[in-house]
């Protein structure tokens, strides 16, 4: 894959040759780590865990990310698509309530390659888990094999976008992304355990020091799309050690603390004001014992 455009970063990476791009990931595609994973929302980890597969890599590089360890490009496994097929089933074979993709973007066109062929065979849904930094044009390769889209909708305003992603458009792209998501799904649809089998979950983590722009996301969303076209996951669980251990916590002090009581539920009462049905996370999620463990 040379000069790639596969993300909005259009930034031309040879992904063939070892000139990467700004998500670092060749175009074999590497798996970091395979689970059932119980810590997502209910009706994404059911009772027995979603059959998650992590991909190496990532388009966004955010300054606090969580799960750096493979974030920053190439390690794990590196699989053929019969691998990943196999990986797959035996996720499903092991009980898993759904096979959710997690920061696939970079390899939406070889997972949708992928998923052509595996879907009919697959009783599962499918959740697509992105950072919500993704193009129409590569999401419409998606259309038909993805059943619940699961995005981060993580900025307003374009400094803190550039500051904390380098993603100064990241609004602008993420919004777009996600009428494409609602349009391929429909409304959110759940089977009769609960199960989300259908529509669009948008995560938003609240940032310490920023409820501001978690307000202009909620009042978006609500505005352009209106609260039943989606669920809504809001999250208190930033950690602040990933930041700290980045090595640059001089940057930007906010980023240094948790988010308080007093700014998790405000941003809470708007998103009940406006009508969002969901989840709201307890305060005490803000712990890095619920991030999984990739060194292992
Ligand atoms: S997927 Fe990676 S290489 Fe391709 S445009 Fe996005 S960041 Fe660049």
């Known amino acids: 894959m040379s000069k790639c455009n596969i993300c909005p970063r259009g930034c031309g990476g040879d992904r063939s040759s070892g000139k990467l791009g700004v998500c670092n990931a060749p175009d074999e595609i590497f798996v970091a780590k395979t689970m059932l994973h119980t810590w997502e929302e209910p009706c994404i980890s059911g009772e027995r865990g979603a059959g998650t597969v992590f991909f190496a890599g990532c388009n966004l590089h955010c300054v606090y990310c ?9 390690c794990g496994q590196r699989m053929t698509d019969d ?16 096979i959710e993709l997690v920061t696939p973007t970079h ?18 849904p499918v959740v697509w888990n992105s ?9 419409r390769l998606l259309d038909g094999l993805v059943d619940v889209y699961l995005p981060d909708f993580k900025y307003f305003d374009p400094a803190v976008a550039n500051a904390y992603s380098s993603a100064p458009d990241y609004f602008e792209i ?16 759940f089977d009769g355990e609960g199960r989300m089998i259908g529509g669009v979950l948008v995560r938003h983590l ?8 978690s307000f202009e996301i909620l009042k978006y969303i609500a505005a352009e799309y209106g609260t039943d076209s989606v669920r809504l996951s809001l999250m208190s669980q930033y950690t602040p050690d990933f930041y700290i251990e980045s090595g640059r916590p001089g940057d930007f002090k906010n980023l240094s603390r948790r988010v308080t009581s007093f700014e998790y539920d405000s ?15 307890r305060i005490s999620s803000a712990d890095r014992k619920y991030t999984p463990e990739f060194k292992k």
């Open 66 to 74: 969580q799960n750096k360890d493979i974030s920053g490009g190439a």
């Open 83 to 98: 691998e990943l097929e196999a990986a797959i089933f035996d996720l499903a074979s092991r009980g898993a309530e759904c």
């Open 107 to 124: 390899y939406t066109v070889a997972l949708a390659r992928l998923l052509r062929r595996i879907k009919p065979r697959l009783k599962l």
């Open 131 to 139: 950072g919500g930094y993704e193009s129409v044009e590569a999401l």
């Open 174 to 189: 993420a919004g777009r992304a996600l009428g494409e998501m609602i349009r391929q799904t429909g409304r959110p649809r």
């Open 206 to 213: 609240v940032l310490p020091g920023h409820r501001e722009d």
């Open 267 to 281: 941003v809470m009462r708007l998103a009940v004001e406006l009508g969002f049905d969901g989840y709201f996370q």
